[in-house]
């Protein structure tokens, strides 16, 4: 469990801080994306639509107020985080496809009941990887595939997925697909497979409707 969980942790955003979304100018070259990867893009939309999964779960298992803006308050990065989980997840599958490495829906399976069984159930999983991961409980199983697909890599390669053989091969993916994100949500570190906050000062930071600012 614990390195399941640990590979979940360097493969899925941190959660920190207070709850901004972006606006800012688009990306003149692709707009209308959140980033492009190999030439296809990660919209605006589908990103905000899987960071409004986050919120809803949220709100549904905390609905008293103060625990909600707590909620909020632990998981203020969650768009740009879930971006780049959105993007590594393409990079990793790309990675995984170019070394001959699958992921079977029997394996996902597999690993998501033990997992269960140990967390006490379907419902505490869920809650562990919304609380710990910002992950909502109707993307699971591609978390876990997620995880799979990082482990079996990292096998291939004779590694694990803390070294850097690892990441290494990820940053080729990287540099190989291409990526452009939006300036709103910062630039790609090709060498890190990591997305990394750019300065933009026409960029400001606001709630959506009933949200808590961040102080």
């Given amino acids: 469990m614990h390195r399941r969980r640990r590979t979940a ?13 972006l606006t800012a100018c688009g990306n003149d070259a692709h707009p209308g994306a959140a980033a492009v990867v190999d030439g296809r893009r990660i919209t605006v939309a589908q990103l905000e639509d899987r960071v409004s999964e986050v ?7 905390v609905p008293d107020e103060a625990q909600y803006a707590q909620a909020i308050s632990r998981t203020g990065s969650l768009t740009r985080d879930t971006l780049q ?33 140990q967390a006490g159930g379907a419902k505490a999983l ?3 990887w919304l609380q ?30 803390g070294q850097p053989a690892f990441w290494k091969a990820l940053s080729q993916t990287s540099e190989k697909l291409d990526i452009d994100l939006n300036p709103r949500y910062g630039t790609w570190d090709v060498e890190k497979s990591s997305r990394a906050d750019a300065k933009t000062p026409w960029v400001r930071e606001v709630a959506p409707a009933g949200v808590p600012q961040a102080t």
């Fill in 9 to 21: 942790l360097v493969l899925t955003a941190a959660i920190a801080a207070a709850a901004p979304l």
């Fill in 55 to 61: 919120r809803a779960a949220q709100r549904a298992a």
């Fill in 85 to 117: 989980s959105m993007v590594l997840d393409r990079v990793l599958h790309r990675a995984a496809q170019d070394a001959g490495v699958t992921v079977t829906r029997k394996e996902v399976q597999r690993m998501r009941t033990g997992l269960e069984q």
């Fill in 126 to 128: 869920e809650t562990v």
């Fill in 132 to 161: 710990q991961y910002g992950i909502a409980p109707g993307r699971v199983d591609d978390n876990l595939r997620l995880q799979l697909e990082a482990q079996k890599l990292a096998e291939h390669l004779g590694t694990d997925t």
